[in-house]
């Protein structure tokens, strides 16, 4: 069993930046982050390959969020520059072992999730 903490969550002001911390029990492949904002579905974000280092991005956060992994620390991060009030959700990290490529960006793909830690961004 992979166990998964968030931490980092907040409030900031439109265009400010948050660092997002996934601490992960042991080793696997794929790390990820999804967002659920409030009345709306679970959303990927990103993805990371923690062998190759290969990231992916959905299109709302691309040049904005950094998903970055220090193994010694075994743990995930994701970096949120330029936070707009739509980026404003619950933000989850969850793994997965490499099945084709880290890029899943269904849910229902994941086994593995954290708890979840809110980020609000005023306008």
């Known amino acids: 069993q992979v166990q998964l903490a968030e931490s980092g969550g907040g409030s900031v002001q439109a265009g400010g930046s948050l660092r997002l911390s996934c601490v992960v029990s042991?080793?696997?492949?794929?790390m990820t982050w999804f967002r659920q904002g409030a009345g709306k579905e679970r959303e990927w974000v990103a993805s990371?390959?923690?062998?190759?280092?290969?990231?992916y991005y959905a299109d709302s956060v691309k040049g904005r969020f950094t998903i970055s992994h220090d193994e010694d620390k075994r743990t995930s991060y994701l970096q949120m520059n330029g936070l707009k009030p739509e980026d404003a959700a619950v933000y989850y990290c969850?793994?997965?072992?490499?099945?084709?490529?880290?890029?899943?960006?269904?849910?229902?793909?994941?086994?593995?999730w954290g708890q979840g830690t809110q980020v609000a961004v005023d306008s």
């Open positions: 969850a793994a997965r072992p490499k099945i084709g490529s880290c890029r899943a960006v269904e849910a229902s793909q994941y086994i593995h």
């Open positions: 990371m390959n923690i062998d190759n280092q290969i990231t």
């Open positions: 042991r080793w696997i492949n794929c």
